[in-house]
């Protein structure tokens, strides 16, 4: 009895032994326990917002390599939902960032969580943003290529050639009429001239 | 009662067939035009609901906000290529067995013309609307360009109409047979007082001819426009560089396809058997089975490139239209609209009848409206959201205004050809006549405009005459 006491102590012992090197890997590289996210409290519409996302072990040691989903928050007759942003991956220092431009004024609740299926999980973070009306329209009043001596002139151009053609018929419809008018004139004189004959 | 005398030459049975349906107005005619009143009846009490109710009594909401409305106006923008292009093209190209064909295309363009921009109207809710277009309309858009485009086609398209028209006003002017008709004067006052004489023959062949030039590109562009008002917009599935050509082919498509149901219908209801022969509908299918095969060809080409890199939402657009709930609508347009009646054209046995050929030309025109209306409400059924697709089912009010807008098609062409003749009777007959003795070049030199000196070749194709002494000398 006493022996086989041993004996299992024994295997114990193996067993933990065995289990050591992939502890010590698990301490190595830490699960991600805790996502902050960083935004700015205010801006304006057409405004570059930068989000950062740190995300962290449970000792506080920042996590590289890790892919952070930004959202935002919508609403549309009454459907509440999220519509993804962007995705960056974590630095270095457990930073994963990028920059959002809102379109719209009011409050914008931006939250950022993991991407997969992290485990254990990992309460996503979220700030609320609260967005003023721009001093001017968001888009770019600059689009497209600017071709030198292109613009609407061309387009006025090639309309005008165009309603010229079609004056002209015009103008030949009133010389039709007049060619009428003088073939008429003649025939009715010859007419004349041949009963006088 | 004036006595029918016996229609003995070529020019007497060709008068007394195109201009007998202007002087009298049968049981059956009648009863087509309370038909299509009816239709069009039903369409204003549509049109009162929506004015009163809003666009809320249709089907259109904020996801698909084109529906039926913007499907029938390019699809009448498409037919409407048939006349004026098809006409230009094969007058341009000397094509003789065009005479007896090419009046009719110019109606058909012209009442679809007529009728495309009133589905704007209709799309717009408020018609007090369209005045947003010119207050806030900018060159940048489509929008404006398709306004601009779409007003310059209908006139010019008229405007070419009137100008092939004038001789047969004259002939209707002085026919006898038309002696006591009600609209003489009218006949009168648009003939411009055309004596045919050689000075009025060449001015008007000099303005058809730069007419039909002119009127060639316009066509084209208005097409072109139209498919830019979705190819310019961002959306996965209208971006695409092809459109303005695919637009065009499949207008020319269901164009020669309006044309042919059209000659086939006129043909019957006015015993024009002789005018309108098998060589016609032949000549016609071939140009209906070779822009089926253009149709095919971009189809191809734009889903194959587009399926190959399924660029953003590609995937779900071509999954829905394949084999999802758009593939019942595809497959009928691509089986039946396009691979059909090629077939029925080329296949010999159906070739040799006039039916198959009317059939195919049909068929062609069912598939071209299913692939407008996959192109505007298949589109936009795709979400911008992260929503599911959308969902459209047209309202009865969208479906009466659509057999109304029809209705109002083939009313108007029914009026045209009960108004002037729906053949070119001076054509037919300058086309048989030997070529007339040259004026003096004195004179000629005398009625041309300063200024403007393009010479180009007559429109009208003369038939050289056998010599009179059998060519011994």
Redesign the interface.
């Known amino acids: 009895m006493k022996g086989t006491i041993y004996r299992m102590l024994l295997l114990l012992c193996l067993a933990l032994l065995a289990a050591w090197p992939v502890s010590a890997v698990f301490a190595d590289s830490p699960a991600p326990a805790k996502l902050d996210l960083t935004a700015p409290s205010s801006g304006s519409v057409g405004d570059r917002l930068s989000l950062k996302a740190l995300v962290s072990s449970a000792t506080g040691e920042p996590m590289p390599g890790v892919v952070v989903v930004f959202k935002v928050s919508?609403s549309?007759m009454n459907?509440e939902?999220s519509?993804?942003l962007g995705r960056a991956t974590t630095d270095k220092q457990g930073v994963a960032a990028m920059t959002y431009v809102p379109h719209s004024s009011g409050d914008l609740s931006i939250s950022a969580s993991l991407s997969g299926d992290v485990k254990p999980a990992v309460k996503s973070a979220s700030s609320v943003v609260k967005i003023l009306e721009g001093p001017q329209q968001y888009d770019s009043e600059q689009i497209g290529v600017s071709v030198p001596g292109l613009g609407?002139w061309f387009?006025a151009v090639v309309?005008g050639g165009?309603?010229f053609?079609?004056l002209?018929?015009?103008?030949?419809?009133r010389?039709?009429?007049?060619?009428?008018?003088h073939?008429?004139a003649q025939k009715r004189t010859s007419r004349l001239e041949n009963r006088h004959v | 009662m004036e006595a029918v005398k016996p229609v003995v030459d070529f020019e007497d049975r060709l008068e007394e067939r195109a201009f007998s349906p202007l002087s009298h107005i049968s049981a059956k005619y009648a009863l087509l035009v309370a038909v299509l009143l009816v239709f069009i009846g039903l369409g204003v009490y549509a049109y009162q609901t929506q004015f009163r109710e809003g666009l809320v009594v249709t089907g259109m909401r904020d996801r698909i906000s084109w529906g039926l409305y913007v499907t029938m106006f390019v699809f009448f923008i498409g037919i409407s290529m048939a006349g004026t292009l098809i006409s230009a093209i094969l007058r341009i190209a000397h094509a003789e067995w065009r005479l007896p064909i090419t009046r009719m295309a110019e109606f058909v363009t012209v009442a679809a013309l007529v009728i495309a921009p009133v589905f704007i109207l209709l799309d717009m809710g408020q018609p007090t609307r369209l005045s947003n277009l010119f207050i806030f309309g900018r060159w940048q858009s489509p929008l404006t360009w398709d306004v601009f485009g779409l007003t310059t086609y209908l006139i010019g398209s008229a405007i070419y109409l009137y100008l092939a028209l004038i001789p047969d006003l004259a002939l209707c002017r002085d026919s006898k047979r038309l002696k006591s008709h009600p609209l003489k004067w009218l006949f009168k006052a648009f003939a411009v007082e055309w004596r045919g004489t050689h000075s009025q023959h060449h001015r008007l062949a000099r303005t058809l001819g730069i007419f039909m030039i002119v009127i060639i590109p316009v066509a084209v562009s208005m097409h072109t426009v139209t498919s830019w008002i979705f190819a310019m917009t961002l959306r996965e599935p209208w971006d695409s560089t092809m459109y303005a050509a695919y637009f065009v082919g499949g207008a020319l498509y269901s164009g020669v396809g309006v044309l042919i149901i059209l000659m086939a219908v006129l043909r019957k209801a006015f015993h024009l058997e002789e005018y309108f022969k098998l060589q016609h509908f032949k000549n016609l299918g071939y140009m209906l089975a070779a822009f089926s095969l253009i149709v095919m060809f971009f189809n191809v080409s734009e889903y194959v490139t587009e399926g190959f890199k399924l660029k953003g939402d590609m995937h779900l657009y071509l999954e829905r239209m394949f084999v999802g709930p758009l593939a019942p609508y595809y497959w009928t347009y691509a089986l039946s609209g396009m691979v059909l009646p090629a077939l029925l054209v080329a296949i010999p046995a159906t070739r040799r009848s006039i039916g198959f050929i009317v059939l195919a030309a049909l068929l062609a025109n069912i598939g071209m409206w299913i692939e407008r209306y996959l192109i505007v409400v298949g589109g936009l059924s795709l979400p911008l959201q992260p929503y599911h697709p959308a969902i459209y089912s047209p309202t009865w009010v969208e479906w009466s205004l659509m057999a109304a807008g029809i209705a109002g098609f083939i009313l108007l062409i029914t009026l045209i050809v009960k108004i002037v003749p729906a053949v070119a009777v001076w054509e037919m007959l300058e086309h048989r006549k030997p070529k007339p003795v040259e004026e003096p070049v004195e004179e000629l030199e005398q009625t041309r405009q300063p200024g403007l000196r393009v010479k180009l070749g007559s429109p009208f194709p003369e038939k050289p005459t056998p010599p009179v002494d059998g060519g011994r000398k």
């Open positions: 919508t549309f459907t939902d519509v993804e609407p387009l309309m165009i309603w053609v079609f002209w018929a015009m103008a030949q419809l010389q039709i009429f007049r060619d009428g008018q073939s008429a």
